[in-house]
């Protein structure tokens, strides 16, 4: 039994990653579970070893640590085109030559026809049925297919531990790109499945992703783990965290005059857990005291934690 956090190495981790990060060790080790860190790094060409090194160093710093191996996806494309190879066989995967504006168009298109519980921007299925004849066209064309997935309106329902009961569709998603790079729904779920994670702490914003997730696992004869969808730490306009709302990073906290400490203290308080100032293992002493039942329900604003937080407007003022 194992939990996870898994980052893309894209980047800084925010706050916001850094507080689901925390939650999803610390459900983990309360539940008795290993925990582990696993690079998403599908995209190869904003992905670097760079931002691998500072986000684990960061997660270190708040007390987010594995005794296991970290496992990168870019390493592991065999066992997806496994994946692939089986969808392909059972008929439930097909070849889109769609480009993002014929897309785009035909979602626009349809923009007032129901979409019951699909997500949005949902696949509207233009090249589900093309004949032997139109893909052969396509192709001489010199169009190169994804590969998505065949649905039929499935739908299902998520018991999450924190947003409690979700119902959602599925649609036709990407399972790999044109260029032969598997997508992420396809890859996190092979992943999670071969380490043995049984349990999945991630921002509430992947919820409705969810049911796609649910489907492929069906499909591939894979276990679906328990999930816990974690409200979202939101910027001062109340959307996602951007730069846009300042100094969002550890690193930038820091070298605005905060403490590694005062960060680590601030998000840990707004999971449901005391300060613990020069405690030696805060972690240790969190996981002591720490239950899920602590998490607040609802989105978190930025301007709750009790740091230094400037924003560009603050700064030019």
Known sequence: MAGRFAPSPTGDLHIGNLRTALVAALLAE????????????????????????????????????????????????????????????????????????????????????????????????????????????????????????????????VNDLVAGRFEGGIDDVVLARADGVPAYNLAVVVDDAAQGVDQVVRGDDLLSSTPRQMHLQRLLGLPTPEYAHVPLVLGEMGSRLAKRDGAITLRELVERGETVSSVRDAIAESIGCGPAGNHPEPFELWAAQWSLDRLAREPVQLSNFALSVETEDDAAS
């Not at 066992?79 to 504006?101: F, K, N, W």
């Open 30 to 157: 309360t539940s008795g579970r290993e925990f582990i860190i696993r690079m998403e790094d599908l995209d190869l060409v904003t992905a670097s070893p760079e931002f691998e090194d500072r986000q684990i160093e960061d997660l270190s710093s708040i007390g987010v640590r594995t005794t296991l191996e970290i496992v990168r996806q870019s390493e592991r494309f065999e066992l997806y085109r496994e994946a692939i190879t089986q969808l392909t066989a059972s008929g439930d995967a097909y070849p889109c030559y769609c480009s993002r504006r014929e897309i785009r168009a035909e979602i626009e298109a349809a923009a007032q026809a129901p979409h019951g519980n699909l997500p949005d921007g949902a696949y509207p299925g233009i090249c589900r049925d093309l004949t032997a004849s139109e893909r052969a066209e396509r192709e001489a064309e010199g169009r190169k297919p994804a590969l998505r997935l065949r649905t039929s309106g499935e739908t299902y329902v």
